[in-house]
């Protein structure tokens, strides 16, 4: 089983708005990604969580916080979002095998910030 | 820069042709490698991966790695219309990081 899940698949939001993605995962896979990805592009990664420890910010604007609660699950929190924020963002987990990290990818949220 | 390069397309093929995909890295550190398929609006959806230099086959699709020319390719064969989608390579160059290639759009004509 290689399912990674998303909650919601659809989200559209005000710039005042504070709201969150989730994710979760029950592979056993000890790192957790954040992507985004906007139309005709590839994705960009966000954050990486390492054993529930973040590992990883691409420099990603504070509007954006991540947060990691136990192995399963990754959530993304938004506030005070930007138009240009729009896009499809992905999570994805690996087992963490050192050189081997395939990922796997959820459905995404489609984000849409008004 | 770390760079993964990819022919954008369009690349257009027949109903039951073989359809070569191609992808250069500039990182020849790089240990794993990725084939990544997305449908328009979906999630990438993990085709092929390959670690070792030569061919690695599953079905239809094969993947040919070249470290010593840093190129990785996939190769579908028979190709059908539920194969159109864009397809993204992906090189992981050490830690978590993964670049993405920015893809290229395959369209596999009934």
């Known amino acids: ?114 | 820069q770390k760079e993964v390069e990819q022919n954008s397309g369009p690349l257009s093929v027949p109903e039951g042709a073989i359809a070569s995909l191609n992808c250069t890295y500039s990182d020849r550190g790089s240990q794993s490698f990725f084939w990544y398929r997305q449908y328009s609006g979906k999630s990438p959806e993990l085709i092929m991966f390959i670690y070792s230099n030569g061919d690695k086959e599953d079905g239809r699709f094969t993947a040919q790695l070249n470290k010593a020319s840093q190129y990785v390719s996939l190769l579908i064969r028979d190709s059908q219309p539920s194969d159109s989608a864009t397809y993204l390579c992906a090189v992981h160059t050490g830690g978590f990081k993964t670049i993405f290639g920015a893809g290229t759009r395959l369209f596999v004509k009934a």
């Open chain 1, 1 to 114: 089983d290689t399912e990674v899940t998303q909650t919601p698949k659809h989200l559209v939001m005000g710039m005042t708005n504070k709201k969150s993605l989730k994710c979760e995962q029950h592979m056993g896979h000890r790192a957790m990604y954040w992507y985004k990805q906007k139309a005709k592009k590839p994705p960009e990664l966000m954050f990486v969580y390492s054993y529930e420890k973040l590992s990883i910010n691409e420099s990603v604007p504070s509007r954006f916080s991540p947060e990691c609660p136990n192995s399963s699950l990754l959530n993304l929190h938004l506030h005070a979002l930007q138009p240009e924020d729009s896009a499809l963002y992905l999570c994805a987990s690996s087992q963490q095998t050192s050189g081997q990290e395939t990922q796997y990818f959820g459905p995404g949220t489609r984000l849409l910030v008004l």
